[in-house]
Structure formats: C-alpha cells, structure tokens
C-alpha cells in the first residue's frame, strides 16, 4: 500500500486539524488515519515528527486558542532559561472562570492574566519574563525558585528590578513574602552552572499540583 501524502507544510510542527481540514490540506477521515499522531483534542503532527519542547508548548497554545498563555518553568524555557522538568506536563495559566478541562500533558493553573502579562514567542502566547519570574518566584519550593529565577536573571531575561516590580504591582497576591527571599538569594551574576543542570536534567525539580485550583 503506497505512503499517504503529507502535505509539506505539516511536517515540521503540531498543528490545529480543523485549520488543516479548513485549508483543504487534509480531510477529517485522513486525520484519523496512522500517518498523524493526535497530541492533544484537535492538536496534531506528523508520526514521524520527533518532538521538541518548543512543540509541545506549541500544541499548548494552539490547544489554549486564545484562553491563556503557557507559564512557568516552560515559559522560562522558551525565553532561554532551560529550567524545565524533563516529562511534566506543559503548564498554562488561565484566568479563574474560564471554561478549560485539561488534557493528559497539561497542567492548568488559575490566577489572574491581565493583557501586559502576555506576549507571544515563535507564535506560542506565553507569560512575559516579568510574570513567569514572578510566578516561579512565589510558587515553587523556595530552592528551585531561586534556581529557576537565578537562571532567568543570568540569562539577561529581566533584572531584579523587574521582578521587585512585579511584585510592587500585585499587592495581596499569594507567595509575596518568598518573592522577596528570592530576590535576596539570587546572584544575578551567577548561573550556578553545577546546580541548574543536574536539577533540570534529573528531573528532581517538583512540578507543583496547580491543576484546576486558582492561584493568584
């Protein structure tokens, strides 16, 4: 039996099966065919695709379609501080109220997103360097925050002014208190080279259990 098509432009990244159906790139009765793998309802990509973190956190924003953003440690990833846990699930962050249940491979966490915490990278909405240190900063267990932002300030991704900033801005918010003995640990000018990698890459960093509880 011959290879069935695969249309150039979805080889190389997840993608929306409507938007492909909608296209004329394939047909509903293709998609359920053996040459697509199914990622997330609706979320698709080419079986042969070896994925990367920049796809799944793309299948996340195309699965989101406008209702949140992809957060935390894998936005922190996606802007270029490699703070991510091997395996966990993709975290996005969704205003309380918003209609979502969350597929196997995402992890939902419910705070407040006003518009200037957002933007977009590589076309994946993801929380600004601002927010994601923020939030890292005030949710994660006190050593890997100040890991994971230590990282970020290395990086050049903001300085400690911005999140000193942040946390100015969201009087009352939960996790302020660790926000400041963060910015009282880290060393914007240290990666700490010896303990990033052997955290990331053991896969020892806890990935907290936000999942359909609103964090502010």
């Known amino acids: 039996m011959p290879r069935a098509r695969v249309p150039g432009g979805l080889r190389s990244a997840p993608f929306a099966g409507r938007d492909a159906v909608a296209a004329g790139l394939l047909t509903k009765r293709q998609l359920s065919g053996d040459t697509w793998r199914r990622l997330l309802?609706?979320?698709?990509?080419?079986?042969e695709l070896k994925l990367t973190h920049h796809d799944r956190c793309l299948a996340a924003g195309l699965f989101?379609?406008?209702?949140g953003a992809v957060s935390g440690r894998n936005a922190a990833t996606l802007l270029g501080a490699d703070v991510r846990v091997l395996?966990?699930?993709?975290e996005v962050t969704l205003p309380a109220g918003t209609r979502f249940r969350a597929p196997t491979g995402i992890s939902i966490v419910r705070s407040p997103l006003p518009g200037g915490d957002t933007g977009s990278w590589a076309g994946i909405p993801i929380t600004t360097a601002g927010r994601t240190a923020f939030d890292l900063a005030r949710r994660l267990p006190l050593t890997e925050a100040v890991v994971c932002v230590d990282a970020m300030l290395a990086a050049r991704l903001l300085e400690a002014e911005d999140l000193r900033e942040s946390a100015r801005r969201r009087p009352g918010w939960t996790g302020l208190p660790q926000v400041k003995k963060v910015l009282l640990l880290c060393d914007a000018g240290a990666e700490s080279p010896h303990v990033v990698p052997s955290i990331a890459g053991s896969g020892t960093m806890r990935q907290p259990d936000c999942g359909g509880r609103r964090v502010q």
Do not use: M
């Not at 989101?64 to 209702?67: P, Y």
């Not at 395996?87 to 993709?90: N, R």
């Open 41 to 47: 309802p609706g979320i698709y990509a080419w079986r």
């Open 87 to 90: 395996g966990a699930p993709v």
């Open 64 to 67: 989101l379609d406008g209702r």
